[in-house]
């Protein structure tokens, strides 16, 4: 069974640091470019950040981009996400996928096949 399973959300300070994890198991990760979007209560799911599948490219949402960086060991088979400065709107459920390479605008959430649980990020004031 495919499997993708977010680690490191929790509670963060504003301006603080958090790195999310996504293990993925059932497929050949070096297959599929690995992207990560988020959820806020209330709104809908958004892009965040994708990588390609050895990680020669990288692609980032306006609202993130100079303060998160994504980046995937293909060994482990496991996708990162490291985000700086956090901010309060960053509060959300973020959620890594697997990208469905024979599309290319990592940008839209249909061309991804498989999903993971999502891990909590809440940043506070």
């Known amino acids: 069974q495919v499997q993708l399973v977010e680690s490191g959300g929790g509670l963060v300070q504003a301006g603080g640091s958090l790195r999310l994890s996504c293990a993925a198991s059932?497929?050949?990760?070096?297959?599929?470019?690995m992207g990560w979007f988020r959820q806020a209560p209330g709104k809908e799911r958004e892009f965040v950040a994708a990588?390609?599948?050895?990680?020669?490219?990288?692609y980032f949402a306006d609202s993130v981009k100079g303060r998160f960086t994504i980046s995937r060991g293909n060994a482990k088979n496991t996708v990162y996400l490291q985000m700086n400065s956090l901010r309060v709107e960053d509060t959300a459920i973020y959620y890594c996928?697997?990208?469905?390479?024979?599309?290319?605008?990592?940008?839209?959430?249909?061309?991804?096949?498989?999903w993971g649980q999502g891990t909590q990020v809440t940043v506070s004031s």
């Open positions: 996928a697997a990208h469905n390479d024979r599309y290319n605008d990592y940008r839209r959430s249909y061309e991804y096949d498989y």
């Open positions: 990588i390609s599948r050895y990680g020669g490219g990288t």
């Open positions: 059932g497929y050949t990760f070096s297959s599929y470019g």
